[in-house]
């Protein structure tokens, strides 16, 4: 083993302007490769310190956090404002390694335990990084609460009290048998005992949803779980690890070990097969598998046929979903105005996205005005309006990027709906006299469109025009000279990849190199069987039914025409994302 590394104390800005610290261990000359290390719950940066000296990298840069909340990061104890924001600040730091340090992210190595493990998997679904390699540490997929009901008690108390906070029952001898390692849990005072209880019910949340869609990660993946674990369930760390999409992975559960495996008394066994797993990955090529064919044969695809075919014709669920059915068309399409225009132009049309961006509860009688705000107060409605929200600043972004460099902006939208969030961002940017196409397939979509346009006196800026995102005689008919493509929420509509991929290609070719792309991805939905099995589309009214893409599917399908992602933006739930991708130079020869 190498002499012990000191480690050095920095803070980073993370996505919303906060300054988290962070340790570095830095070896004496400087190196390509890093390890980012991500602390449980409660506990802080300082306690990796045995776990650095014990893996023994000499080559390798090691950085680890203190999370917002915890240790010397600011925020209140135990608290953020949702698991999401957490997850941002994960790819933020990764972010920060890989820019300040000169560190490629394919070289590297994501190293968690337990909650960190948890924001570390979530962050590997959600925004598909090209990272190394995945080392989880007991993840807390599922936390034992020992209270009956639990987590349906949390959520209800949440109604009445929305930022509340309990503490851990679990104490050093708990967690590990190591008496040193029990006395400096107990004793260290940036130890934080409490947790707030929303974090606790996304943390459930997101446990649920990796577990359940694990074949989306297909990063190399190390799972080290403790089999004496009185913290978190080792069932569901069975079924993520069975599920995960990796050609990779390796699972080892270490007997007698308690929920800190590393910092347990035989520590060097899991830091020993860490060691030999992120080594072995660096001798090996880099190797991302391609999913441009995901619609023919994934994890997506096989759910897409199963929501597509009907349910037994007695079975308790279709009997539920036809009463929701009846609802919608009778009572709510007659009381909610949100309601009535999705039966009529589908849930999916751009006048029901219009009015959902809106967010203005209407309906007749008050009860109809209750139903309406529920239904606009969908979790999926609410990622919608988030969404709009993040194509606004990443639209923003590319405009005052093309703007720096004495660049104009010309924005192509092919599929713009009503415009909205288009219109809406190129108006606030005053200062930058953005013109633009925006078209839609709908004639009632443009007709609004253009309203929109004469409303906010954009006229002498931007035209709307009907097109159609999958014609190669109407694609080829956009102009040439765009610095802003923009293809929003229509991808997601469709389950095949060779349209998708010829779309792209279109726009493409009306996008400059240089130029910018701005793309939306649902990777993941929680509501995909209720819209699958009640909500109508608005292609002849038919289901509703959707493929999900992974992230990385869509990342592919993007990069495959000729774009580099560089940025990206998602809902704390991870159902919609945003990502802004440069125009590279065509190749040539």
Request: charged content about 25%.
């Amino acid at each position: 083993m190498h002499p012990n590394r000191q480690a050095a104390e920095h803070s980073f800005r993370s996505w919303d302007g906060a300054e988290l610290f962070y340790r570095a261990w830095l070896p004496e000359v400087a190196t390509d490769r890093a390890v980012i290390l991500f602390h449980r719950g409660h506990e802080h940066s300082g306690r990796w310190q045995d776990a650095v000296d014990k893996l023994d990298l000499p080559d390798f840069a090691l950085f680890a956090w203190d999370a917002r909340g915890h240790g010397r990061s600011p925020g209140e104890r135990g608290d953020a404002e949702n698991l999401g924001a957490l997850v941002r600040d994960v790819d933020a730091f990764v972010g920060h390694v890989s820019r300040h340090y000169g560190i490629p992210i394919e070289n590297i190595v994501i190293f968690a335990h337990s909650v960190g493990s948890v924001l570390a998997a979530t962050w590997a679904h959600d925004y598909a990084p090209k990272i190394r390699a995945l080392v989880l540490g007991s993840p807390a997929l599922k936390v034992r609460l020992y209270v009956p009901f639990a987590i349906p008690a949390l959520r209800g108390l949440l109604k009445f009290k929305p930022k509340a906070y309990v503490n851990s029952y679990v104490k050093g001898r708990l967690l590990s048998h190591d008496p040193a390692k029990i006395e400096s849990y107990n004793s260290d005072p940036l130890i934080t005992r409490r947790i707030a209880v929303n974090l606790l019910v996304d943390l459930h949340d997101a446990g649920r949803k990796l577990a359940d869609d694990a074949a989306a990660i297909t990063a190399p993946t190390l799972v080290l779980a403790s089999g004496a674990d009185w913290v978190v369930d080792q069932a569901i760390q069975r079924r993520f690890f069975e599920r995960l999409g990796s050609a990779v992975k390796e699972m080892h559960v270490y007997p007698g070990f308690f929920h800190d495996t590393f910092n347990e008394r035989d520590n060097h066994l899991p830091l020993n097969d860490a060691r030999r797993f992120i080594l072995e990955r660096f001798a090996q090529p880099l190797h991302e598998p391609s999913l441009l064919e995901a619609d023919r044969n994934s994890a997506t695809q096989r759910e897409y046929e199963r929501l597509a075919n009907p349910l037994p014709a007695f079975s308790r669920q279709r009997f539920g979903y036809g009463l929701s059915r009846f609802f919608l068309k009778t009572v709510g399409s007659r009381l909610s105005q949100g309601v009535k225009l999705g039966v009529a132009t589908g849930f999916d049309s751009g006048g029901t996205l219009d009015y959902v961006y809106r967010n203005r509860a209407e309906g007749l009688t008050g009860l109809g005005r209750w139903i309406d705000r529920q239904y606009l107060n969908a979790i999926g409605w609410r990622g919608i309006r988030l969404r709009k929200l993040h194509l606004e600043k990443l639209l923003r972004r590319a405009m005052s990027e093309l703007q720096a460099i004495g660049q104009p902006v010309r924005i192509v939208d092919i599929a713009a709906g009503c415009g909205r969030y288009v219109l809406d961002a190129a108006g606030e940017q005053t200062a930058i006299p953005a013109t633009g196409v925006l078209r839609d397939f709908s004639t009632a979509n443009v007709a609004a469109g253009q309203r929109l346009i004469a409303e906010k006196g954009l006229q002498d800026r931007f035209r709307f025009e009907r097109g159609d995102a999958f014609d190669p005689a109407s694609l080829a008919a956009l102009p040439r000279d765009a610095t802003v493509g923009v293809v929003s929420g229509l991808y997601e509509l469709f389950p095949e990849n060779p349209p998708v991929r010829a779309s792209l290609a279109g726009l493409a070719e009306a996008v400059a190199p240089g130029g910018y792309l701005l793309y939306t991805g649902q990777p993941w939905h929680p509501q995909i069987e209720f819209i699958a099995r009640v909500l109508s589309s608005h292609r002849n009214g038919q289901p509703w039914v959707m493929r999900r893409r992974s992230q990385q599917e869509m990342d592919q399908l993007v990069a495959a025409a000729g774009f580099e992602k560089l940025a990206q933006e998602s809902d704390p739930w991870g159902i919609f994302t945003v990502s802004l991708a440069r125009r590279l130079e065509p190749a040539h020869g």
